[in-house]
């Protein structure tokens, strides 16, 4: 298996743009994670879904960020609109059933100008 | 609220010089603790899982040890390709999801 994979790997966006990340989990893996990491606040979960359906949303920040995840393969996070406040890396992971390894994709390094 | 600390957050070390690395946790109902490696520019690598107080793990020049409080990375005889950001996690009752430290930075040095 490829691993998690994320695009794009960077983005740089100007403020009050919509910006939408991807991620594909690797195959078989039913929970999925999103993650932001900041030299401030290091790594912080966002949301994550268990068989696509979102189990907990409390850390993502504020009503700008929405994530879906319409099929076992495919999930976004989208910012709208984009604040030079969310500029981070943001991370996608995947892992099995159970307290399991979570596998993380290279990340989306985002900068809002 | 579940809290990982960990120290020193930077350590810098000779090659073959043997340290270790904290993470110390105050959580409800530990299911597991994770160390991950990360390099710059990638996501985090995992390393081990522990789930109960006296486990103990190893890999290569790493070992992971567990306590009900903490567990530590000891780091025996380390070289140059062993730098990098060490971050350990929990996962807890509350779910799946994890609550990580904010790392410690490691650099071996010739």
């Known amino acids: 298996d490829a691993g998690v994979i994320q695009s794009p790997r960077h983005e740089v966006t100007e403020m009050g743009q919509e910006v939408t990340l991807r991620c594909k989990p690797i195959s078989g893996h039913d929970y999925l994670f999103w993650y932001r990491q900041t030299m401030m606040r290091g790594l912080e979960l966002l949301i994550y879904f268990n068989n696509n359906v979102p189990i907990d949303d409390s850390g993502m920040p504020e009503d700008r960020f929405s994530a879906k995840m319409p099929n076992a393969s495919f999930s976004t996070l989208k910012i709208q609109p984009s604040e030079p406040r969310d500029s981070a890396v943001y991370f996608c992971?995947?892992?099995?059933?159970?307290?399991?390894?979570?596998?993380f994709g290279q990340g989306t390094r985002l900068t809002v100008v | 609220e579940d809290q990982v600390t960990q120290s020193p957050e930077a350590l810098r070390l000779q090659e073959g010089e043997s340290s270790s690395l904290n993470c110390s946790y105050t959580?409800?109902?530990?299911?597991?603790l994770f160390w991950y490696r990360q390099d710059p520019g990638k996501g985090p690598e995992f390393l081990f899982t522990?789930?109960?107080a006296g486990e103990e793990k190893e890999k290569e020049r790493l070992k992971a040890t567990l306590t009900k409080k903490e567990s530590f990375l000891h780091i025996t005889a380390p070289k140059p390709e062993d730098s990098a950001t060490y971050l350990c996690a929990v996962s807890t009752g509350g779910g799946n999801k994890l609550t990580f430290g904010t790392g410690t930075q490691l650099k071996v040095e010739l």
């Open positions: 959580v409800s109902g530990l299911r597991g």
């Open positions: 992971a995947s892992h099995l059933p159970g307290y399991t390894e979570a596998f």
């Open positions: 522990l789930y109960s």
